[in-house]
């Protein structure tokens, strides 16, 4: 008889949820029970409010069960994972995973992530491949044809970048990941690196080997442990198996990369600061210009991109580019994975064309809610992005789109909010984040963002004259910070005083009274 | 509290740290990095021994080790106790458990308790933004925290 095929991510959002502890049960129960079991430990599918979420294969089918406790194995055992309370159906057959358009996250939940074998027979390395056989400009064509823009939320034409990079005369290129996913409500880059680590590894040899770079580093925060080991793992495998090294796949190119770990600032997320940082110095901002694609890590000529610009890389290359470039909206090309996150009944990574609505992604596709509560307000695009009533729910999900509506899509994750959240609370929040994490460079973010924070509770204790203060104080920061940290630091809060004024005039109406 | 390290084996395990990097571009951060994996904080002893190594002023490594929140400047408690504040983690009832850990540890944001047994800190994102409140105990992260399994979590490190 063939071994019974069960999944149990280790994921590190079903790790959290005692993931291994599941493991350890249905390793134990299939062990009393004489049972051979095959146990793959796949990233997560996305579902996060199923986690930990276990499949069993069954005629070659996927069936899913979840969220999977470690007291509920024995019964699944004894309901030969069958009919059950926690059963799902087939995986691809559940609404939440039929609706999306997995091109970036294809494999992701699929595959053993460190399965070599199991990557390239879903596709993997095709691009890669593909990529060798071409030219220089070949590939930048291909890149421009797609229409891909970095997904770390700048929205610049990657292959554009690239191409600069690759025009640029110099002894030495570097590919540097920016793996410092900093922005609340996102987890899109960690899913990857601990989902499919081969994906990025592939897009950025694919990049290097099109810019001439030979060395490239991914910096990932010291908040994701799971990421860094499994990432530091694939690296290894890749190396020992000839698709990073002296010679790419047996190819005359040189390729090959490692891993770096962040320490904790938030702002190494910007390109420039993450390259100080990556030389070893304090985190601070650079000026531009010099662009990092001219004078960039060590300064050499870097093409600095998003996990998720680079692990598209790959199914670019595989599918070519117009089928990327078929899906989306306006100059928002190709997919992108969202993060529903926050107080939402059904939360998790959902990858889709450019162009659903925000009030589709909240109520339809997040169910809403996971108090059941009216939904107060939407932070899209982390601690920088803007505070969207439900009256601003028919935007669309692309770039120019939210731009239009004084927001931005950021690294594309979606916090709900109920209607117990006080703006004025979130205000203060943002002011006092930027306040923490200021690099300190420029005067309007290092000493704006403490002023701010004594600004929204002069506010808070009634003080209504504060209010035009708090327009200014941001109109500052807007105009006259060096990076995005001071810049949209006004983001949330002026669409917190715009949209929900009455949180800022509750207590001054008291006050008053 | 912890002792700090005797110079003798400072001397010789930071020599082994610096020898272990001496290809590295910008090798600093992972220098520090191992540094603390090895005393869990960066020692002040061990500045002038990585400037010289680096061929950097005292002063910039100072000013590395001070600008990033992961590196600590004297030791934690044996615990350490990460909550999530990011908004994510808000939106989900992360203000009750930050009240919980504090009151529970009586101890503020960078804190550590009066028996050097837990350090409470502030981080901003695990990443965990449909699962939150979040946290790491550890270095393990752990998600759908509430106030009781936050007690059971800060029962298991002996708070």
């Keep these: ?513 | 509290m912890p002792t700090p390290p005797a110079p003798v084996d400072l001397e010789a395990r930071l020599g082994a740290i610096l020898a272990d990097h001496a290809t590295f571009e910008g090798p600093l951060l992972p220098i520090l990095h191992a540094v603390q994996a090895e005393w869990g904080y960066v020692p002040q002893e061990a500045l002038p021994i990585i400037a010289e190594g680096l061929n950097i002023s005292r002063a910039e490594v100072h000013g590395v080790v001070s600008f990033y929140h992961d590196f600590r400047e004297e030791p934690a408690g044996r615990h350490m106790v990460k909550i999530c504040r990011a908004e994510a983690c808000q939106a989900r009832g992360g203000h009750g458990v930050e009240a919980a850990a504090k009151a529970r540890l009586g101890v503020d944001w960078h804190g550590t308790t009066a028996d050097g047994g837990v350090t409470l800190e502030p981080v901003y994102c695990l990443g965990l933004c449909a699962t939150g409140p979040a946290a790491m105990i550890d270095g393990r992260v752990v998600a759908r925290v509430d106030e009781k399994r936050l007690e059971t979590l800060l029962t298991e490190v002996g708070a």
């Excluded at chain 1, 990049?207 to 694939?234: D, F, Q």
């Excluded at chain 1, 891993?259 to 531009?288: D, M």
Aim: proline residues 5%; charged residues 25%; hydrophobic residues 40%.
């Design chain 1, 1 to 513: 008889m063939s071994k019974l095929k069960i999944y149990v991510p280790r994921d590190a959002a079903a790790l959290a949820v005692d993931a291994e502890k599941v493991a350890e049960a249905v390793f134990a129960e299939a062990k009393i029970r004489e049972i051979e079991v095959e146990l793959i430990r796949n990233g997560s599918r996305g579902m996060l409010w199923l986690e930990p979420m276990v499949e069993v294969e069954k005629d070659g089918v996927r069936h899913a069960f979840g969220p999977v406790t470690p007291h509920d194995v024995e019964a699944l055992f004894d309901a030969d994972w069958g009919k059950h309370a926690l059963a799902l159906g087939p995986t691809e057959e559940i609404d939440w995973m039929k609706r999306q358009t997995r091109l970036t996250f294809a494999r992701v939940g699929v595959i053993d992530p460190l399965s070599l074998d199991a990557y390239e027979a879903h596709g993997g390395l095709k691009g890669l491949r593909r990529a060798l056989g071409m030219t220089g400009t070949e590939m930048i064509d291909e890149m421009k044809e797609s229409g891909l823009r970095g997904r770390g939320g700048a929205g610049f034409p990657t292959g554009i970048k690239w191409d600069t990079v690759r025009l640029a005369p110099a002894s030495q290129k570097y590919i540097v990941a920016n793996a410092d996913e900093g922005d609340s409500g996102t987890f899109a880059d960690r899913m990857l690196m601990e989902g499919d680590p081969f994906s990025l590894i592939e897009g950025m040899a694919i990049a290097g080997i099109c810019v001439g770079a030979t060395k490239g580093y991914i910096y990932l925060r010291s908040e994701y442990p799971e990421a860094i080991h499994t990432m530091n793992e694939a690296i290894r495998i890749a190396r020992a198996r000839g698709v990073l090294g002296a010679s790419v796949l047996g190819s005359d190119f040189a390729y090959d990369m490692e891993v770096r770990v962040g320490a904790g600032a938030y702002v190494c997320g910007e390109e420039t600061s993450l390259l100080n940082s990556l030389e070893g110095k304090r985190g601070v901002v650079r000026a531009k210009p010099p662009l990092p694609a001219i004078e960039g890590f060590l300064g050499k000529p870097t093409v600095v991109n998003n996990i998720i610009s680079l692990g598209t890389v790959p199914v670019i290359f595989e599918k070519g580019a117009a089928h990327y470039r078929d899906f989306g909206l306006g100059r928002s090309r190709g997919t992108i994975p969202i993060q529903i996150a926050g107080n939402v009944k059904f939360g998790g990574l959902f990858e889709t064309a450019f162009g659903t609505s925000l009030g589709a992604l909240v109520d339809e596709i997040g169910g809403g809610t996971a108090t059941g509560r009216p939904v107060k307000a939407v932070q899209v695009g982390g601690p920088l992005g803007a505070y969207f009533p439900r009256s601003k729910f028919d935007t669309p999900f692309g770039y120019e789109e939210f731009d239009g509506q004084g927001g931005l899509i950021g690294h594309a994750g979606v916090v709900v909010f109920d209607d117990t959240a006080d703006m004025l609370g979130m205000a203060r929040f943002a002011m006092e984040f930027c306040a923490v994490e200021s690099c300190g460079k420029c005067t309007p973010c290092r000493i704006g963002a403490v002023r701010g924070v004594e600004t929204v509770d002069r506010i808070a204790r009634g003080d209504a004259s504060a209010i035009p203060l708090l327009t200014d104080l941001c109109d500052t920061m807007k105009d006259g910070s060096l990076c995005a940290l001071g810049g949209f630091t006004p983001y949330p809060v002026m669409s917190a005083l715009t949209h929900f004024p009455d949180d800022f005039h509750a207590n001054a109406k008291e006050a008053a009274e």
